[in-house]
């Protein structure tokens, strides 16, 4: 179906239960540890060999040798793969980094060889005994170092054919003018993941047929890219991920776990397991770049803002793409004059790619430090001045208006629950005991983002309904809101639904990622369920136009049929999928938050905890509140890490990450996190999709690192522009104690 006009009323809008809060229906299996996880499929089939990866201990040169005899002759090797035995193959679509091939090192840690053996212990023992001589050459580790001569770039959510300068007005000249002006400049770091499921991967192959069982975000791009890369027609690449350990982005794209899978499996002639270990998840596989970020910006007294300038410098590999962090400065707030552009400096670390709300995450961690310091220079409130500068167009073009934009009512709702009535603008004003107290907030922004998606839904003899897609579940609950879809269209019990996830012998989805997932993916499975609502009619002899499926009935004018009536001779079958027409061209179409945050410091340590959280999210139509506000409150968490601990530390000297495990990279526990409170807005989006739904995942996140740096300076007084917030980048100028 060619979704091209807003929709209308349509069977979801009953909300007999989508919108509810029904339970996740993979639950049970979650917590009784009975999940099939990539790794652990045991029973997909005998004989597996286990694979363990070498990286390349340079990074930035040449293989010279690569010497195989002694993990060859080691115990219970069954054999030994290296790089120097392949060309290099092209990178799959939207990634930059050679996975496997060739002589050339172009990161630390790449994947040079692969050894597999009966057990994991011997492949583990015999990758040690692989010896490789490397030509190091000198390589480029240090965004600072680079940034001078960093070249303007296209911004990767614009697409490659948009300019690169967005320039509207004056803005040098209105800068110059402004009465108050606001020039600092500020970093975020390099960040990973963290997904506590490793990249895993077994693969077996059936004469020149290859399956796959690994742990994937897109179904559809791991099997085009095992198609590229090993030079097989995709018809022959079947991709299964039914479950999945986290993935934040870092399992958007194939990795080296699954092609050295294939391979491996290839060379000894037997299936082959291969898990990425945590270092080599960390510097081989994706990550956030670093940025440095300069945000500019001029306002009349009375707030109002005549100018917004903000360039953000990211690194990347050669032909990488930036972070695009400015983004949402382009459609956050209204001014007449502005200048944001990317800049990309070519670095020697592994690639750079999508993580955790790329983008408007390390953007927002500026841009919205920036508008609290702007609020403080012009004696303004940070919450008024941001409702003073709102916008219900794109500034970029007026008449371009946004689908739904709820931002103030978030604002206003947010600061009346959060009670920030009670903030003291003062910095270091509020103390309890030891701690100095601070309160901070931030807005919010992320793109609506929307990709064609399909499904399959069959109708039984007894009445149940399957459906088939290969959409993915990163523990954000498709699976329950897609049997509320299905149920809802049906006018069946949630228990009547079973879900199949996860194949990529089912309908392309939408898969999972940019927080387009969850409305895109059901808005496909609504398309199939009205081909199969239309088959039921037909085969019952009823009106299609006004049949009302509810309660497990079909009914039509005095008629009223059971639903399992229509299957008594056979199965019925409706397959269909989304496709989205241009409203996306003609409207903005976005989700927004209101992030809201108390700290408490020690005035001894200088050590940060954040005290509560809430979130006011203004995403459409919210089709599950329970799996909505655990998107949202693991996205919050995510916040916290970015403001106070996350970090890659980069060797210099060697082009790596050091800190490259779960020990050494920092990320929350329980105990650093409160309480935290999710409100959802209730103004479903009839332009955004027949769900009237929008991303939820990401939204989140966006803002909430910068209200938990907002709200430390309010308690100091320190203004901290270098993310993480760490103790010692404040200590030492912190509030004498009394």
């Not at 990634?95 to 492949?123: I, M, P, R, S, W």
């Not at 990767?156 to 009465?179: K, L, M």
């Not at 208006?401 to 004003?429: I, K, M």
Request: proline share 6%; hydrophobic share 40%; with cysteine.
């Amino acid at each position: 179906m060619d979704f091209t006009t807003p929709s209308g009323q349509n069977p979801i809008d009953r909300l007999k239960i989508v919108g509810r809060p029904v339970t996740r229906i993979d639950g049970p299996l979650k917590v009784t540890g009975t999940a099939p996880y990539a790794y652990e499929r045991h029973d997909v089939i005998p004989n597996q060999a286990y694979g363990y990866v070498v990286g390349a201990t340079i990074a930035k040169g040449r293989i010279v040798r690569i010497d195989t005899g002694a993990a060859k002759a080691a115990s219970g090797v069954i054999g030994v793969i290296t790089t120097l035995e392949y060309k290099p193959a092209a990178p799959p679509q939207r990634q930059t980094a050679n996975l496997f091939g060739g002589a050339e090192v172009a990161h630390y840690h790449q994947a040079v060889a692969l050894v597999v053996a009966k057990t994991f212990e011997e492949a583990r023992a015999a990758a040690h005994l692989v010896k490789v001589d490397y030509q190091a050459a000198p390589g480029k580790y240090d965004l600072a170092g680079e940034a001078s001569g960093a070249k303007p770039s296209a911004d990767p959510n614009e697409g490659q054919d948009a300019e690169i300068f967005d320039r509207v007005g004056d803005f040098d000249a209105a800068f110059a003018a402004a009465p108050v002006k606001l020039d600092e400049t500020y970093t975020t770091p390099c960040e990973t993941h963290a997904m506590m499921e490793p990249h895993a991967s077994i693969a077996a192959w059936n004469g020149d047929k290859l399956t796959v069982w690994t742990s994937s975000q897109m179904i559809n791009w791991a099997k085009a890219g095992l198609a590229k890369t090993l030079g097989i027609p995709a018809e022959n690449v079947r991709v299964q991920s039914p479950f999945i350990g986290g993935g934040f982005g870092g399992k958007l794209y194939l990795r080296a776990d699954a092609l050295l899978a294939a391979l491996g499996a290839k060379a000894v002639g037997q299936p082959v397991k291969v898990t990425l270990q945590r270092p080599l998840i960390i510097n081989n596989g994706t990550h956030r770049s670093a940025t440095i970020q300069r945000i500019r910006l001029g306002a009349a007294p009375d707030g109002r803002l005549t100018t917004i300038g903000h360039v953000s410098v990211s690194g990347n590999l050669p032909g990488g793409m930036p972070e695009p962090a400015v983004g949402q400065t382009k459609l956050l707030y209204a001014a007449p004059n502005r200048e944001i552009y990317l800049k990309l400096a070519a670095l020697d670390l592994g690639e750079a790619n999508d993580m955790r709300a790329p983008g408007e995450a390390p953007g927002l961690m500026a841009l919205e430090m920036a508008m609290d310091e702007m609020a403080e220079k012009l004696g303004i409130d940070p919450v008024e001045f941001r409702i003073l500068n709102d916008t219900q167009t794109d500034p970029r073009d007026p008449q371009r208006r946004f689908s739904e934009r709820h931002l103030v009512e978030c604002l206003r709702t947010g600061a009346d629950r959060f009670g920030w009535s009670r903030r003291n603008g003062t910095p270091g004003a509020i103390r309890d005991g030891k701690w100095i107290v601070g309160m901070g907030m931030a807005a919010g922004l992320r793109l609506n983002l929307l990709m064609p998606s399909a499904a399959r839904i069959r109708l039984d003899r007894d009445g149940r309904l399957t459906v088939e897609t290969d959409m993915t579940d990163i523990g954000t609950g498709a699976y329950t809101i897609l049997a509320q879809t299905a149920a809802e269209m049906m006018g069946v019990p949630v228990e009547a639904v079973t879900v199949i996830l996860g194949d990529s012998a089912s309908p392309v989805s939408a898969g999972s990622g940019g927080q387009w997932g969850a409305n895109t993916s059901t808005s496909g499975l609504y398309a199939a369920c009205l081909k199969l609502r239309g088959a039921v009619s037909a085969r019952l002899g009823l009106n299609a136009e006004d049949a009302e499926f509810a309660d497990g009935k079909v009914r039509s004018g005095n008629r009223s049929i059971p639903l399992a009536e229509a299957a008594k001779d056979g199965p019925l079958t409706g397959e269909d999928g989304i496709r989205f027409g241009d409203l996306d061209k003609r409207y903005v179409q976005a989700s927004f938050a209101a992030q809201f945050a108390e700290v408490g410091v020690d005035s001894f340590t200088g050590e940060v905890r954040v005290r509560r959280m809430l979130a006011v999210v203004d995403a459409g139509r919210v089709l599950n509140p329970v799996t909505a506000r655990s998107q949202v409150i693991g996205a919050m968490t995510m916040g916290v890490g970015a403001a106070l601990m996350e970090a890659l530390a980069i060797d210099m000297r060697h082009g790596c990450f050091v800190n490259h495990d779960l020990g050494g990279y920092e990320v929350p526990v329980h105990a650093d996190i409160p309480h935290q409170d999710v409100i959802f807005l209730d103004h479903p989006d009839a332009i955004s999709s027949p769900m009237k739904a929008k991303g939820i995942g990401e939204i989140g996140l966006c803002g909430v690192a910068a209200a938990v740096a907002n709200a430390v300076y309010n308690a100091t007084g320190v203004r901290v522009r270098d993310y993480p917030i760490t103790l010692e980048k404040h200590l030492a100028k912190l509030p004498r104690i009394a």
